[in-house]
Each structure stands twice: as C-alpha cells, then as structure tokens.
C-alpha cells in the first residue's frame, strides 16, 4: 500500500519535473534571444559611438542596457520541508529576549537602569 503511494507520487514528481524542463528550456531560449538582441544592439552602439568620437560630437542614442531577464521558474517538489521552516518563526519575542544580556544593570547606553 505504501510502496504504490510512493511509485504514484515518484510519477507525479516526474510528469512535473519534465513539464518544469520544458519550460525551462524555453525561457533559456528566450533569454539567449533577448540577449543576442541586446549585444546586436551595443554593436551598433559601438560603432555610433566611434563614428561620433571621429566627428568630434556627442552620440545621437543612449547606449542599450539588457534589462531584466526571465528568472528560473521554481524546481517542484523544492518547497516541501526546507531547511527555511523553522517552526515559531513569527512569535512575538518577550520582554526577556529583548535585554541586551547585561546583568550588571547597566543599560546599553551607559546609564544606569535604577534611576
């Protein structure tokens, strides 16, 4: 019973998985298309700017920038119990916790906590 519950979830993950790979294949290609266009374009910009130096005025364009690409989709089954789930995380911290860890009962500015 265990052993089937496990093969139906390894296929699961492995029908998402290779959906996940497609995908990322794709955004790589559009990624590598954006920045074929960005550095046809610093060419261009480049020989502007040459040009420009040679006449001994400004360039007529900014120069390209790349802008942001695509970021990688999330690998699936990554988010299940990841070391980052600390459980309490988001308690209020007590009074205690706060001090500074002094004992002298000197405050952290110097002064004294008794006046």
Do not use: F, I
């Not at 990322?24 to 960005?38: D, F, G, I, L, S």
């Not at 040679?54 to 989709?73: F, N, S, Y």
């Not at 299940?80 to 789930?85: H, I, L, Q, T, Y």
């Amino acid at each position: 019973m265990a052993r089937d519950d496990r093969r139906k979830r390894k296929e699961e993950q492995s029908v998402m998985l290779t959906e996940w790979r497609k995908a990322e294949k794709e955004r790589k290609k559009r990624n590598t298309v954006r920045r074929q266009a960005y550095r046809d374009a610093m060419h261009m910009w480049k020989e502007e700017s040459e040009l420009a130096k040679q006449q001994r005025r400004r360039v007529a364009w900014e120069k390209p920038k790349l802008g942001k690409l695509e970021p990688q989709a999330p690998k699936p089954g990554s988010q299940e119990g990841g070391a980052g789930d600390v459980e309490g995380e988001n308690r209020e911290v007590t009074e205690d916790e706060q001090s500074d860890g002094n004992d002298d009962g000197m405050g952290s500015d110097g002064e004294s906590g008794e006046e």
